[in-house]
């Protein structure tokens, strides 16, 4: 790895960890810089520009989590009803909060119109979806809809109880109850 390289990756690093634990807040060139330790002219020297910037750092979270995932869930297919729980466990686990809290934002800026953060966001629940229909045991016609409906109910407790999931633990024991015989 040249030294180009190797300074990007710590770039990338230093503004993962930072949005993992204070979000996208403000992401101005100077604020990223300031945060890497560097200055804007030597982050832009690194990166064509902010776009660039931010594509590196979410792609790079976007495979930490999909390592965490694949260590979650294995590699074994699932019943719809146990998807649900083992999601549902790992939203609420502490130590994926950072990432989906960083997922409750991407989607908020995309929902006020942003194109970029819309791309990344569309891109990133199409990823999702797709890892989630390979890993249901159910027929091809209904892996799709179902991985779909799943990420809906998660995704729409996140927004609905942001600060406290567990009031969301009787609707997803429903949603269990309802993919059971599945």
Known sequence: MSKRETKRAEIVGKLATH?????????GVRRLAEVAGTSDRMLLYYFENKEEILAAVLGELGGGFTEV???VFGTEPLRPADAVSKIWAMVRD???AGQLRLWLDLSSRASRGDPFFGAIVEQMAEGWIVWLSGMLDVPAAEKRPLAELIMSAIDGH???FPTDL?????AVAK?????RDL
């Open 166 to 170: 567990t009031k969301g633990d009787a």
């Open 158 to 160: 996140m927004v609905l």
């Open 175 to 179: 949603l269990q109850d309802l993919l």
């Open 19 to 27: 949005f993992l634990e204070a979000g996208l807040g403000d992401t």
């Open 94 to 96: 502490e130590a994926t």
């Open 69 to 71: 995932l694949d260590a």
